[in-house]
């Protein structure tokens, strides 16, 4: 994997990926931060080397950097999932990349289904931890010590100064930001009423199909990192209705413009 990080990290180098300082995951239905961004350069997924390529329709498939705020950024224009049929190495390949090319935070966004019924579709929730139900984790990987500690700490996945500064930022803004436990689990198929129960029962807020993986390979590298949910649907198992995925799409780009605030004020203060 050295090898495919410094192949991968030199392409990027030589296309003027120059020091970013900040990296960006959008999730499902969160493309329209890149609008906010002065683009230097874009990439396509597929001409990056030892890079996996989006297949899910509505997720871009893009590198780019640029400035936000001030701030080198390198940002993620729709990502992987281990549903998609790669590995959770594959998936978190861009972290490492990120990581190799100079970043020292990771933001994060995803779409997700609200399991606390206190929270509503179209609110945000701020992740302040998650349980990984993926079966298996992207660390668990021959050689994984050479990149670093094998038995990563996870007592504080998700940074409590830029969670801080989040909620901060949410309260100066009046967004509704809720705070809460993220349960990523394999996906693609949404969960039974059985599931959402005893995802309740464990302590999950919300269920998502990303994130965990990034989150775990972010703290194996000792980055900051933190990542914000957009609650697309509410998950009761009393009163459950089919999922439509374009009504989670549109609900997702309804809380996009409190996305892009929370994100934009926070890269001002790091």
């Given at each position: 994997m050295i090898k495919y990080i410094n192949e991968t990290a030199?392409?990027?180098?030589?296309?003027?990926?120059?020091?970013?300082?900040?990296?960006?995951?959008l999730g499902t239905g969160l493309g329209k931060l890149i609008e906010e961004v002065e683009v230097i350069k874009k990439v396509s997924y597929n001409h990056i080397p030892n890079f996996?390529?989006?297949?899910v329709e509505f997720h871009k498939g893009k590198l780019i950097f640029g400035v936000l705020e001030g701030k080198k950024v390198i940002v993620m224009q729709g990502r992987f999932h281990f549903y998609e049929g790669y590995t959770l190495q594959d998936v978190t390949f861009p972290v490492r990349i990120m990581k190799a090319l100079g970043i020292h935070t990771l933001l994060i966004s995803n779409a997700s289904g609200a399991i606390n019924l206190n929270f509503k579709k179209g609110?945000?929730?701020?992740?302040?931890?998650?349980?990984?139900?993926?079966g298996s984790s992207p660390l668990a990987f021959k050689g994984v010590e050479k990149l670093g500690e094998r038995f990563t700490d996870m007592s504080e996945p998700y940074n409590s100064d830029l969670n801080t500064a989040f909620k901060n930022i949410a309260k100066t803004n009046n967004i509704k930001l809720h705070e809460?436990?993220?349960?990523?689990?394999?996906?693609?198929?949404?969960?039974t009423r059985a599931e959402y129960r005893m995802l309740k029962i464990i302590g999950a807020?919300?269920?998502?199909?990303?994130?965990?993986?990034?989150?775990?390979?972010?703290?194996?590298?000792?980055?900051?990192?933190?990542?914000?949910?957009?609650?697309?649907?509410?998950?009761?198992p009393s009163n459950l209705k089919p999922i439509n995925i374009n009504e989670i799409i549109?609900?997702?780009g309804?809380?996009?413009?409190?996305?892009?605030?929370?994100?934009?004020?926070?890269?001002?203060?790091?």
């Amino acid at each position: 994997m050295i090898k495919y990080i410094n192949e991968t990290a030199k392409y990027l180098q030589d296309k003027g990926f120059d020091n970013p300082e900040i990296g960006i995951i959008l999730g499902t239905g969160l493309g329209k931060l890149i609008e906010e961004v002065e683009v230097i350069k874009k990439v396509s997924y597929n001409h990056i080397p030892n890079f996996p390529t989006a297949t899910v329709e509505f997720h871009k498939g893009k590198l780019i950097f640029g400035v936000l705020e001030g701030k080198k950024v390198i940002v993620m224009q729709g990502r992987f999932h281990f549903y998609e049929g790669y590995t959770l190495q594959d998936v978190t390949f861009p972290v490492r990349i990120m990581k190799a090319l100079g970043i020292h935070t990771l933001l994060i966004s995803n779409a997700s289904g609200a399991i606390n019924l206190n929270f509503k579709k179209g609110e945000l929730m701020l992740i302040e931890d998650h349980i990984n139900l993926q079966g298996s984790s992207p660390l668990a990987f021959k050689g994984v010590e050479k990149l670093g500690e094998r038995f990563t700490d996870m007592s504080e996945p998700y940074n409590s100064d830029l969670n801080t500064a989040f909620k901060n930022i949410a309260k100066t803004n009046n967004i509704k930001l809720h705070e809460g436990v993220y349960a990523s689990v394999v996906g693609p198929q949404l969960e039974t009423r059985a599931e959402y129960r005893m995802l309740k029962i464990i302590g999950a807020d919300a269920v998502g199909m990303s994130t965990v993986p990034e989150i775990i390979v972010a703290n194996h590298l000792n980055l900051k990192a933190a990542a914000v949910s957009v609650l697309t649907d509410e998950c009761d198992p009393s009163n459950l209705k089919p999922i439509n995925i374009n009504e989670i799409i549109a609900m997702a780009g309804k809380a996009e413009p409190n996305m892009i605030t929370l994100f934009k004020e926070l890269i001002k203060t790091i």
